[in-house]
């Protein structure tokens, strides 16, 4: 009878645990929440020169960290391509962040995967990922055309799905579904 209450006791503590630390991630600043303003960065591109996340103000922004070491990453990486290609011209912002240490190897995956959405750079994650608090790669953030954060996505998605260009299209406004 002891051992049974000792192990319900116990499992109690780690039960109080668990949710006490979800609490403090999800409302003591840890994760961004739809409805946030997203913070803003400047970093380095990969084809040189510098760009900041207001230059998109104006459009809706898929922002997604990622890491060439990353398998996730990797295979969700021909989505966002694929994506940025499809509704690029309708005015979505699909932007990377790569977080490669490696800037060698980062140029072969772009050049080797044929990647023509904006690659910026953050060596370790120590800028925009830092201010994004993300916890792995990769992991993805939708912004309004304001600079508000709309939706937080970790892991790997398939981002050219037709249910994703329709969300897309929906977020792009009624006048872009018709063109």
């Known amino acids: 009878m002891k051992n049974a209450l000792r192990t319900v006791a116990l499992v109690a503590v780690v039960v109080a645990v668990a949710f006490g630390y979800v ?6 600043g840890y994760a961004l929440k739809p409805g946030a303003e997203a913070p803003g960065f400047r ?4 084809t040189g020169g510098e ?10 922004v898929v922002l997604n960290f990622w890491a060439t070491w990353c398998p996730p990453c990797v295979a969700e990486m021909p989505s966002l391509e694929r994506l940025h290609r499809a509704l690029g011209p309708e005015g979505l912002a699909v932007v990377t962040v790569s977080t490669d240490e490696d800037e060698e190897a980062l140029r ?3 050049t ?15 800028v925009a990922a830092g201010a994004y608090h993300t916890t792995g790669y990769p992991e993805t953030f939708v912004l309004d055309r304001s600079g508000v954060l709309l939706r937080h996505h970790i892991g790997p998605a398939e981002w050219d799905t037709p249910e994703a260009l ?6 792009l406004g009624p006048d872009v579904a018709s063109r």
């Open 51 to 60: 760009r900041d996340l207001a230059s998109w103000r104006g459009k809706v």
């Open 108 to 110: 072969e995956f772009v």
């Open 166 to 171: 329709a969300h897309f299209r929906g977020l």
């Open 43 to 46: 970093l380095p591109t990969l």
């Open 23 to 28: 609490h403090l991630a999800e409302n003591k």
């Open 112 to 126: 080797g995967f044929g990647l023509t959405l904006p690659v910026l750079l953050d060596p370790g994650g120590r």
